[in-house]
């Protein structure tokens, strides 16, 4: 549902503490969905936008971002964005977490 997906974003944009991640997910659900009902020229104004309120390419799934890329492509449109690689973000995460058994 697109209202639903508008209306997360917009909410989670107001919202006082709420992570980039978080937002990130609410903008690849919109994304989907836009996708999904062939309008891609809004769904790219939509990550322009989470771009611009500080959500990273690397907070966008993946597959969202790939989704929109082949749609625009097939429209004929650019699209000037790099995708990053795969698993990158939690190749980064991963590097970073504790082993929890060792903490009992």
């Not at 006082?16 to 769904?43: F, M, N, P, W």
């Not at 597959?63 to 429209?75: I, M, S």
Request: charged content about 30%.
């Amino acid at each position: 549902n697109i209202d639903l997906a508008f209306g997360l974003v917009n909410h989670l944009q107001e919202a006082d503490q709420v992570t980039s991640g978080a937002r990130g997910i609410a903008y690849s659900c919109l994304l989907d969905c836009l996708c999904v009902s062939r309008r891609h020229k809004e769904a790219y104004s939509a990550l322009k936008r989470a771009l611009r309120e500080n959500v990273t390419i690397e907070d966008i799934n993946r597959t969202a971002l790939v989704r929109l890329k082949q749609g625009l492509e097939e429209e004929g449109e650019s699209f000037p964005i790099v995708i990053p690689p795969k698993n990158q973000k939690k190749d980064f995460e991963s590097s970073n977490c504790l082993d929890w058994s060792e903490m009992c």
